[in-house]
């Protein structure tokens, strides 16, 4: 199992203007990932105040990561980085 940082951004011109509908929008967002955090998928998640961006760290297989991103597609994009630890960054190093 892997540990990803998927840096997700909101596709502006998806957003709608009318108030409500925004919000009922970002709404749904943020219950899909708190469905996502409770099954364990999401480990954390932040947003970046005033900005229609924020990051999440997952913890899953690549197909776990691929699966999520694609339910938020249209109105989301994504950039995934898969992450390694110290202890793994230590063990590649002295196998060098």
């Known amino acids: ?3 990803y940082l998927v840096m997700w951004k909101a596709d502006e011109s998806k957003i709608p203007v009318d108030p409500q509908e925004r919000k009922a ?3 749904g967002a943020i219950e ?3 469905q996502e955090m409770k099954d364990g998928l999401t480990q954390d ?3 970046f105040l005033g900005q ?3 990051f999440s760290i997952s913890e899953g297989t690549e197909a776990d990561v ?3 991103t694609l339910k938020y597609i249209p109105y989301f994009r994504f950039k995934v980085y898969p992450l ?3 202890d793994k960054l230590e063990e590649i ?3 060098m």
């Open 45 to 47: 998640w932040g947003v």
């Open 93 to 95: 190093i002295k196998a």
């Open 66 to 68: 691929i699966n999520s």
């Open 52 to 54: 229609t961006k924020g």
């Open 25 to 27: 929008g970002w709404l």
């Open 1 to 3: 199992m892997g540990r």
């Open 84 to 86: 390694a630890s110290i």
């Open 32 to 34: 899909m990932t708190k």
